[in-house]
C-alpha cells in the first residue's frame, strides 16, 4: 500500500535552448511588450473618452452604417470562390491562448474593429447595449460611476463582451447570476445572408438565442447586446478567511463559505462575490464579498484598502497574508476590486516578470502593468508557444460543485499546479438543451447550492507551470490536458474554448450537446459559411478543404448524438 501511495517520480528532463529564451524572456518583455502595452492601453483608453464624447444618439447613428457596411460585405461574397467567412481581426489579438490557426482556413475576411461603443445605458430597463468590442474596463469606467454595473464583470480589464458571450466569461458574482451570456437579454445577429435580427428567449428568434453561447461567433457576427445592469455601491466589504487541511477540507471550506444548506437558498447571509485560491495542497483562502457604501466603508475602524494603485502588493499575495495573520475584513473600491487581478494576470504575472512582485519594481515600473497577452503572443514563435502548450496548464475545468474535492485532487495528483483559483456559477435549466447543461435529474438530488431552476458549478482556474517542470522533471502537457478532457466528460464537466484542446470531434461532442447548435447551423445558413465551433478550436493548422470536407461529412453523419439519461 505504501508503494501505492508513494509520489509519482518522473525522469529528469534535459534542457533545450527554448528554456533558456523563456527564462529570460523577461527582457524582451521589460524593453519591448511593457512600453508597446502602455502606449496601446493609453491610446484605446483616449479612444474610448473620445466614443464618450458622443451622444448615445450619435453612436447609434454610427452604429447602424457600420452594420450596413458588415452586411454589403457579407453579400458580395462568392460562396463558391470566396470561401469561408472570419473577422478581420488578426490571430495574436485574442486573449485565449489557443493557436488560432483556424484563420488558415479561410479567406473571406470581415473588418468588425469599429464595433467598440458603449451604444446605451439604460436606466429604466437597467440595460447597457453594447458593440462586441466593448472591454470590461471600458464598461466600468462607465456604470461605476453611476452606481451601476453588469451583473458578471469579468476580472481582466481587456475581455471584451463579445468574447464572453461567445466564449466563456465568469466572476464572483456568477453564484448568483450565472455565466456572463446568462446575464444578456438580447442580441444584434448579422446572419450568413446578412440579414440582421434581434434574438431574445421570447421571440421568432429564441432558438438562437440560446444557441449563441460558447458558439465561438460561428452562427453569424454579434453586432451589439443588451446585458442586464445592478445596483451596486460604492465599495466591496471583503471577508478573507483562511481553511486549512488536505484538498478536501479546502474544498468544503470552500463550499461553505458560500452555498446554503438545503432549504435556505434565499438566506441573506449568502454573499454578492466568492472566490477562493488554493495556495498548496493544505492552505487557501475564501474570500466573501459585500457591496457596501461610502458612508459604511468610511466609519471609525474600517480600513479601506484601494488594490487597484499600481505600487500596490499584487492581490493573490495580499490575499495569501491571512494564512499569517488571519481572518480578516477590509473595504475595497469597488471598480477597483472587479479588476483586483488585472495588473498580475491572477499569477502568471510572476512567470513572465519573476521579480515584478518585488516592492521595487512595483514603485518603478509598477504603472507599466500589465503586459498585453496578445502582444506576448505576438513576440513569440510557433517553437515558444508549443513549449508553453507542453510546459504550462492554462485551463478552466467546469464541475457540479459537489464534485470540487474530486477535482481537486485529481490536479494535485496529475498536475501539481498551484495557486488554484476557484469561483462558483449556476449552470441554469433552460427551455431547451445548450452546448453546456445541467446534470439530468439534479433538482431531485438538490445537493449543496442548488436550487429547483439552477445546478451550482465550479470553475477550478489551472493557470501555472507544474511544480514538476519546476523540479526539472518530464512533464507531458499534451497527455495531462488529454487525461484532464477524459475526467471532465466522465464527470460532466465542461472546459471553456478559449484553452488549448486535445479532443477529436467524437470527444468533443461528448462534453457539448450539438443538437440545438447544429439546429441553428443549419436553420441559419451558417453551414458553409462560418466554420464549425470544433474546428475553430481545434489545435493545430486547418485547410479550408479539410475543414468544408469534415463538415460536409457531418452533415451525413453528425457527431451530436448525445445518450440521454432515462
Not at 534535459?14 to 502602455?38: A, E
Not at 484601494?306 to 495580499?318: A, D, I, L, N, T
Request: glycine content about 6%; hydrophobic content about 40%.
Amino acid at each position: 500500500m505504501a508503494d501505492l501511495e508513494a509520489p509519482l517520480v518522473r525522469p529528469k528532463r534535459k534542457k533545450v535552448w527554448v528554456d533558456y529564451f523563456v527564462q529570460f524572456r523577461w527582457i524582451l518583455v521589460i524593453f519591448v511588450v511593457l512600453p508597446i502595452s502602455f502606449t496601446l492601453y493609453f491610446l484605446t483608453y483616449l479612444g474610448d473618452v473620445r466614443s464618450n464624447w458622443k451622444s448615445y444618439k450619435k453612436r447609434q447613428e454610427e452604429h447602424e452604417e457600420n452594420v450596413k457596411k458588415v452586411v454589403k460585405r457579407l453579400q458580395e461574397r462568392n460562396p463558391s470562390k470566396d470561401g469561408l467567412v472570419c473577422t478581420a481581426r488578426k490571430p495574436w489579438i485574442a486573449v485565449g491562448m489557443r493557436n488560432v490557426d483556424y484563420k488558415r482556413a479561410r479567406h473571406f475576411e470581415v473588418d468588425l474593429s469599429a464595433f467598440r461603443n458603449i451604444l446605451e445605458i439604460d436606466q429604466e430597463r437597467m440595460i447597457a447595449k453594447c458593440e462586441p468590442l466593448v472591454n470590461m474596463g471600458q464598461i466600468t469606467r462607465a456604470t461605476v460611476p453611476m452606481n451601476l454595473a453588469l451583473a458578471v464583470v469579468a476580472e481582466l480589464d481587456d475581455l471584451t463582451v463579445g468574447g464572453l458571450i461567445n466564449g466563456y466569461g465568469i466572476e464572483g458574482s456568477s453564484h448568483l447570476y450565472g455565466l456572463f451570456s446568462d446575464t444578456v437579454v438580447a442580441y444584434e445577429i448579422c446572419l450568413a445572408d446578412g440579414k440582421v435580427v434581434r434574438a431574445t428567449k421570447d421571440n421568432e428568434y429564441s432558438d438562437l438565442f440560446y444557441a449563441i453561447p460558447w458558439s465561438q461567433g460561428t452562427l453569424g457576427f454579434l453586432m451589439s447586446a443588451e446585458i442586464k445592469l445592478i445596483p451596486i455601491k460604492e465599495y466591496m466589504k471583503l471577508t478573507y478567511k483562511p481553511v486549512r487541511g488536505n484538498v478536501r477540507d479546502l474544498a468544503k471550506g470552500y463550499i461553505d463559505s458560500f452555498a446554503p444548506g438545503f432549504g435556505d437558498e434565499d438566506n441573506e447571509m449568502v454573499p454578492d462575490f466568492v472566490e477562493t485560491m488554493i495556495y498548496n495542497p493544505h492552505e487557501g483562502v475564501c474570500m466573501t464579498g459585500v457591496y457596501a457604501s461610502k458612508e459604511e466603508a468610511k466609519m471609525k475602524g474600517n480600513k479601506i484598502n484601494s488594490v487597484g494603485w499600481w505600487f500596490k502588493p499584487w492581490f493573490y499575495q495580499h490575499a495569501q497574508t491571512a494564512l499569517k495573520k488571519g481572518e480578516f475584513v477590509e473595504y475595497i473600491p469597488t471598480r477597483e476590486y472587479y479588476h483586483r487581478h488585472t495588473r498580475c494576470l491572477y499569477w502568471e504575472g510572476k512567470l513572465i516578470l519573476p521579480f515584478a512582485d518585488q516592492w521595487w519594481f512595483r514603485y518603478s515600473l509598477g504603472w507599466l502593468m500589465p503586459p498585453k497577452v496578445s502582444l506576448l503572443k505576438a513576440t513569440q514563435g510557433e517553437a515558444i508557444r508549443n513549449y508553453y502548450h507542453e510546459m504550462h496548464v492554462i485551463q478552466d475545468m467546469l464541475v457540479p460543485l459537489y464534485k470540487v474535492p474530486d477535482a481537486l485532487e485529481w490536479v494535485d495528483r496529475e498536475m501539481e499546479v498551484y495557486p488554484l483559483w476557484l469561483c462558483p456559477h449556476r449552470l441554469y435549466k433552460l427551455p431547451c438543451k445548450t452546448m453546456i447543461y445541467p446534470e439530468p435529474g439534479f433538482e431531485q438530488e438538490r445537493r449543496q447550492g442548488d436550487t429547483p431552476y439552477a445546478q451550482m458549478y465550479t470553475d477550478i482556474g489551472v493557470y501555472y507551470t507544474p511544480a514538476s517542470v519546476f523540479r526539472g522533471e518530464v512533464f507531458d502537457g499534451v497527455d495531462a490536458v488529454s487525461r484532464l478532457e477524459s475526467w471532465l466528460i466522465e464527470n460532466h464537466g465542461f472546459q471553456p474554448q478559449y484553452a488549448v484542446s486535445e479532443l477529436d470531434e467524437k470527444k468533443f461532442w461528448r462534453m457539448f450537446d450539438a443538437g440545438l447548435y447544429e439546429q441553428c447551423r443549419n436553420k441559419y445558413g451558417a453551414v458553409g459559411t462560418f466554420m464549425s465551433v470544433y474546428y475553430k478550436c481545434k489545435k493545430g493548422k486547418k485547410t479550408e478543404k479539410e475543414v468544408q470536407e469534415a463538415e460536409k461529412a457531418q452533415l451525413e453523419t453528425p457527431y451530436a448524438e448525445v445518450e440521454q439519461a432515462e
